[in-house]
């Protein structure tokens, strides 16, 4: 049995000829109110369409950059307290830090950290204050941000020199109010030189060590102040971020070889958190699209109903354009030409402003200092995507129209008023 080539050739020659394109036109034109309002539905679709996955790709990127901000590629860990008996043999020592640094094959840099609470006098009270102790890495792998001064060097690490770094809040309420560098402060029984001004590039809101008011001093006079000899985190910085699995696993193996298996040691990474992050913005970038989605098919719907409705109004016409020798398949093309040029020509002007509203939102943001660095990416596969998904639902849905017009019998047409 050959294939019938007739059929999709007819179809072919008709939608080439430009009468079919005047009299789709010129049916619209004619009902210009209806047809804005029925495409009102599919520019809405398409321009959600493509600002949804704009905003999906803006939050992604602030995500990582918000993580990537805490420390890059790091790995932290620390001593399981509670629930046994505890030694201070078990807890990461500064032999387990240089363990690990001359182990661990993929680590570029390790640091530990060692905090406790003490007071200063600010504002005429005692404020509560978190003195951390900390090694000479330790700036670069938290990506701390050093506002005026500097950092510590390798011979104040080594003679516990008595100097400090502060965080901006610290600097602007103790007194003297504003403390310059090279001022003294006192806190607790101990005197500090301020040698700079700090802050977290990304503030963690006190869930890692450095909190709203801090000083950093060296590792070596917290051992000395307080006898212990131990760190309370230890963190690592993998070579790339392809390497943070495998480096948390080489720290874990490190520090229950030297330890045993009996010490419990939380060994992590900040991949899980951006894995979860992704997840959530991919199961929110979905049920947006879905909501898209439902908007075009509620807006086929209406192109659907509102062509049956002209389909009706134009029996008179349809029998006309028979009678005068235009084959079924003519009639059928003007109709989904029609609901095509509706569905495309919406999804063009929602397209324009899915294309314009990211732009818009990057002026808005320039107005917040704390958004500065974020922008909207454009994604040009979802403005593919808007075009060839509302155009595919006019000619769906204007199909049962269409095909509803080409059977109507030419007698019965003529004699519809």
């Not at 700079?196 to 450095?210: L, P, W, Y």
């Not at 970038?285 to 409705?309: C, D, R």
Request: with cysteine; charged share 20%; glycine share 8%.
């Amino acid at each position: 049995m050959k294939p019938n080539l007739e059929f999709p050739e007819a179809i072919c020659t008709s939608l080439l000829q430009n009468e079919t394109w005047s009299l789709a036109w010129e049916a619209i034109r004619t009902n210009a109110i209806r047809a804005v309002l029925t495409m009102l539905g599919v520019t809405i679709g398409s321009a959600c369409i493509v600002f949804v996955v704009s905003i999906a790709l803006a939050g992604k990127k602030y995500v990582v950059a918000q993580i990537e901000g805490v420390g890059a590629n790091i790995v932290y860990a620390g001593l399981q307290h509670g629930g046994g008996i505890e030694s201070p043999a078990n807890e990461i020592s500064p032999a387990d830090l240089e363990s690990i640094r001359e182990n661990a094959a993929d680590v570029v840099r390790v640091a530990g950290t060692h905090d406790i609470k003490m007071t200063i006098a600010a504002e005429g009270e005692d404020l509560p204050v978190n003195v951390v102790g900390v090694t000479e890495e330790f700036q670069a792998i938290r990506n701390l941000e050093v506002l005026s001064g500097r950092y510590f060097d390798a011979d104040e690490m080594e003679k516990r020199s008595k100097v400090c770094l502060i965080t901006k809040h610290l600097a602007a309420v103790m007194e003297p109010p504003g403390a310059a560098i090279g001022q003294q402060i006192r806190v607790g029984e101990l005197s500090f030189t301020v040698i700079g001004i700090f802050q977290e590039r990304v503030a963690t809101f006190g869930e890692s060590e450095i909190a709203t008011d801090s000083l950093l001093v060296p590792f070596s006079l917290i051992k000395y102040y307080t006898g212990e000899d131990y760190f309370r985190t230890l963190y690592a910085q993998a070579d790339s971020s392809e390497d943070v699995p495998f480096v948390t696993k080489e720290i874990g193996e490190v520090l229950h070889r030297r330890h045993g298996n009996e010490p419990k040691y939380t060994v992590d990474n900040l991949t899980a958190l951006l894995e979860a992050t992704r997840r959530i913005s991919l199961a929110l970038t979905i049920v947006l699209l879905l909501v898209a989605f439902v908007v075009l098919i509620v807006s086929g719907i209406g192109i659907m109903n509102i062509m049956l409705v002209t389909v009706t109004e134009r029996t008179h016409e349809i029998g006309i354009r028979r009678a005068v020798g235009a084959r079924r398949i003519d009639i059928m093309c003007q109709f989904l030409v029609e609901a095509v040029l509706i569905s495309g020509t919406g999804s063009l002007i929602g397209v324009v402003i899915g294309i314009l509203l990211p732009f818009a939102a990057d002026v808005a943001l320039g107005f917040f200092p704390q958004f500065a660095n974020l922008s909207l990416p454009l994604s040009w596969v979802s403005v593919i995507v808007a075009l060839f998904v509302s155009c595919f639902t006019g000619l769906i849905f204007g199909y049962l129209p269409a095909s509803r017009a080409a059977n109507l019998h030419p007698s019965e047409s003529l004699r519809y008023e």
